[in-house]
């Protein structure tokens, strides 16, 4: 069975600070693919990044970066300068490779993050 | 745009009621899901459907149903008889590809029962 774990509940930042929120996961599988989404206020999931479990590379995009490491199965996501806008709660998720039957997603159970003036 | 629908986006229902959250999208994908959201449990599968007239059970699918008629549509029912039906619920849908993974949410249906 697959499993998400973001230990990290609740977070909370000044502005302009930098933040990492941690994720590790669970999988049989050796083909995976693992997920960020942000969920604002509004409550829907806005997609961040998905990473295949081949691509160990790190990626920046503008003040998000992501630290892919398949030795401790962690995907951590860093917001660098932390900003107002990047309050919401981030999930973390992963998917097994379609194998002829629709693949689902596990999700963590979500860190809070609270950016403050 | 091609995008996921649900509807409505607030749903207040008495106890021992059914209700039916809609779901329908134009992005041709096939596999469709239903999501829970309870606060700090995550999100939850329910269902899921990889093409029409398909459909499997998730992780907590007791209490409620689902249909798969039309590749656009995947409502969801929400029984009597599921014990705490008061939850967020998202629609998610994906192309069937076997290596595309963009899934695709709605904005979601809080439904509350009084």
């Known amino acids: 069975a697959q499993k998400v774990t973001q230990a990290q509940t609740e977070i909370s930042v000044v502005e302009k600070e930098d ?36 691509d160990e590379q790190n990626e920046i995009s503008g ?24 309050s919401a709660v981030y999930f973390c998720a992963l998917s097994e490779v379609y194998t002829g039957t629709a693949s689902k997603l596990t999700f963590g159970t979500g860190t809070r993050l609270q950016v403050t003036l | 745009d091609g995008g996921i ?3 409505p986006k607030y749903l207040f229902r008495k106890e021992g009621q059914n209700v039916t959250l809609s779901c329908e999208q134009n992005l041709n994908h096939d596999a469709m899901y239903w999501y829970r959201q309870d606060p700090g449990q995550g999100l939850r599968l329910i269902y899921y459907s990889q093409i029409v007239n398909d459909f499997q059970k998730g992780d907590i699918a007791e ?5 798969r008629e ?11 008889a599921q014990k705490n039906p ?11 590809g076997p290596f595309n993974y963009g899934y695709t949410f709605g904005s979601g249906t809080r439904l509350t029962v009084v």
């Open chain 1, 63 to 86: 003040r998000y970066s992501w630290n892919f490491q398949k030795s401790t199965s962690s995907f951590n996501f860093t917001i660098t300068a932390s900003q107002v806008v990047d």
């Open chain 2, 70 to 80: 039309k590749k656009e549509s995947f409502p969801l029912t929400v029984t009597s």
């Open chain 1, 19 to 54: 933040v990492t929120l941690d994720c590790v996961y669970e999988t049989r599988d050796t083909t995976y693919y693992l997920f960020w989404y942000k969920q604002p206020p509004s409550g829907e999931l806005v997609f961040l990044i998905r990473r295949n479990s081949f």
């Open chain 2, 86 to 96: 008061t939850a967020f619920y998202l629609c998610a849908s994906r192309s069937g």
């Open chain 2, 63 to 67: 209490g409620y149903s689902v249909s």
């Open chain 2, 5 to 7: 629908t649900q509807s």
